[in-house]
């Protein structure tokens, strides 16, 4: 069924005490708003409607890829003035459905159920059972059950305030008829706003049934309005992704200490230690093992790879049955082919680890691509950049880099060459045989150590 969204987003909010408005707030990957949007667009609506508030253009040059209608509302007057505003842009034989900025984990599931309740006598409107209603408006239903208002809560009386369920602010409801009610809204009440929710007792007078859809949980439609139901509200989310990870078959050594902040697609019994962070689009192979405190964004790691604990890795593919770390850094462009090892206090940037080759201890590995089987000696680097261009660094198939050496780029090493300890490496270095720039050694014999001198 077609849809046109409107999302209220004008919001101040200032229990946040944020110079960044309400809506940019980050919950796991994306802003509120961004949430929202996703879950709105996957409805596939025929227009997404933004209300943003004054001041609110931020949030439009912020979210540049959101494709919406954005519609100001230059003064804060309620809800039902802040849907006004985008009347013109909604047709009467459209469904519309009214969303909130600051509420991020309505399931679409959910939103679709309540766009099922509308038809030409009937619309939808989502509610909760809370167990503190406290601040909420209350559902008041007559003695059949049938809704017939909502009444605010600084507007309620004290029975009315027993009530425990609740307007979760989100309905759906036929263009015509919202346009309607909302032509007829008064802001006589406690706030002196136009309320939204003054439109529950009109649609009941115009004898259109107002259907509610209860959401699952109170974390679906809680609002954001500090940061700590901020934190709240992220703690649940990653709790779902951890609960859908192990349900696919992931074992997490501890599922409240993993941080999803993008998409994870696992093969099968990958195990994932504690303080692991995904962001971006990451993919682990069959029986890949990551181990503690582990940074992964946007990168594949291939089967039967571990991962030892604190490797930061962006934007890197790491090949089957690898060991990196513990301490490697692999950075973007980052490619290990298969069987290779990166180990520890590795930095490794846009370069080639051929299959087998083996990077073990203290080194920096930037613009170069190393063949098979090749062995680079602890504290080997890669002195690709001049100062003003970077340079590359080829190494032939089974070459053994000796520790400590500094590889000027561009320079080529041939395969099978070996490279002395310590050697500075600036020509090109032929096949096979040994190479080495180093000063002879020498010894004095009868040099005496300095002794302090007497005061
Ligand atoms: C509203 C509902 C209440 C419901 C509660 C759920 C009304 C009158 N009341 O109350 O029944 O239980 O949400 O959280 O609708 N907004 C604008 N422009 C405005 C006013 C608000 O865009 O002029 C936006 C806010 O940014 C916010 C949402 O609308 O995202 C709700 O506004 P808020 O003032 O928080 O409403 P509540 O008093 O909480
Ligand atoms: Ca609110």
Known sequence: MTCNVIILAAGQGTRMRSTLPKVLHQLADKSLLEHVY??????????????????????????TDLVANWIEQPEQLGTGHAVAQALPFIKD?????????????????????LLGQVAATSMGLLTIELVDPAGYGRIVRDSLGKVVRIVEHKDASEDERLIKEVNTGMLAVRGKQLKNWLGRLGNDNAQGEYY??????????????????????????????????????????????????????????????????????????????????IEGQVRLGDKVKIGPNVVLKDCLIGDGTHIEANC?????????????????????????????????????????????????????????TLGKGVNIGAGTITCNYDGANKHQTVIGDNAFVGSCSQLV????????????????????????????????????????????TKE
Not at 38 to 63: D, F, K, R
Request: some cysteine; aromatic content about 4%; hydrophobic content about 40%.
């Open 93 to 113: 034989d459209e469904t519309v459905l009214i969303l909130y900025g600051d509420v991020p984990l309505v399931r679409k599931d959910t939103l679709q159920a």
């Open 312 to 368: 930061v890795i962006e934007e890197a593919e790491v090949g089957a049955h690898c060991a990196v770390g513990p301490f490697a850094r692999l950075r973007p462009g980052a490619r290990l082919a298969d069987r290779s090892r990166v180990g520890n206090f590795v930095e490794v940037k846009n370069s080639t680890i051929g299959e087998g080759s083996k990077v073990n201890h203290l080194s920096y590995i930037g613009d170069a």
């Open 409 to 452: 780029a561009p320079v080529e090493i041939g395969k099978n060459a070996t490279i002395g300890a310590g050697s500075t490496i600036s020509k090109d270095v032929p096949a096979d045989g040994l190479t080495l720039s180093r000063s002879p050694q020498k010894t004095l014999k009868n040099w005496q150590r300095p002794t302090k």
């Open 196 to 277: 939204l929710t003054d439109i529950i007792g009109m649609a009941v007078s115009d004898g259109i049934e107002v259907r509610t859809v209860q959401a699952n949980n109170s974390y679906e439609v809680e609002g954001v309005n500090d940061r700590l139901q901020l934190a709240r509200l992220e703690r649940y989310y990653q709790m779902m992704k951890a609960d859908d990870l192990m349900r696919a078959g992931v074992s997490l050594r501890d599922p409240a200490r993993i941080d999803i902040r993008g998409e994870l697609e696992c093969g099968q019994d990958v195990q994932i230690d504690i303080n692991v962070i």
């Open 38 to 63: 996703a879950t709105a667009s996957a409805l596939e609506p025929v227009q997404l409607n933004i209300v943003y508030g004054h001041g609110g253009e931020i949030v439009q040059h912020t979210l």
